[in-house]
């Protein structure tokens, strides 16, 4: 689970990491990442919309993608705030799935530390 620290809570964040930071997209996600110069923790926000499916289902993959995020959280730089966005298809997508995609993503767009 992501501790508060690591969160977008704020509505404007989302927008601004959508809009101007860089994105990569798969068929189950779209990751868009936006490195900051604050000397602060990575924050990262989720959105899945009813297109997912019902509640249940959209908490599930929300759920997955925090875990996935949870993980990869030492070699996201600091400063960084990234949103995920689910896509239909990962309503049907298992744990592994959306961790192939969300990985490729990351790999692409950050300077990940080693």
């Given at each position: 689970?992501?501790?508060?620290?690591?969160?977008l809570?704020?509505?404007?964040?989302?927008?601004?990491?959508?809009?101007?930071?860089?994105?990569?997209?798969?068929?189950?996600?779209?990751?868009s990442?936006?490195?900051?110069?604050?000397?602060?923790?990575?924050?990262?926000?989720f959105?899945?919309?009813?297109?997912?499916?019902t509640?249940?289902?959209?908490?599930?993959?929300?759920?997955?993608?925090k875990?996935i995020?949870a993980?990869?959280?030492?070699a996201?730089?600091?400063?960084t705030d990234?949103?995920?966005r689910?896509?239909?298809a990962?309503a049907?997508?298992?744990?592994?799935?959306?961790r192939?995609?969300?990985d490729?993503?990351?790999?692409?767009?950050?300077?990940?530390?080693?």
């Open positions: 689970m992501l501790a508060r620290p690591h969160r809570t704020d509505g404007a964040d989302y927008r601004l990491v959508v809009r101007r930071g860089q994105r990569c997209g798969g068929p189950r996600v779209i990751v990442l936006l490195p900051r110069s604050d000397q602060r923790a990575a924050r990262f926000g959105i899945v919309s009813k297109q997912v499916g509640a249940v289902v959209r908490n599930t993959v929300r759920r997955r993608l875990a995020c993980d990869l959280l030492s996201i730089p600091e400063g990234v949103v995920i689910a896509l239909p990962s049907t997508a298992d744990f592994g799935d959306l192939a995609d969300v490729r993503c990351f790999r692409r767009l950050s300077p990940v530390k080693s």
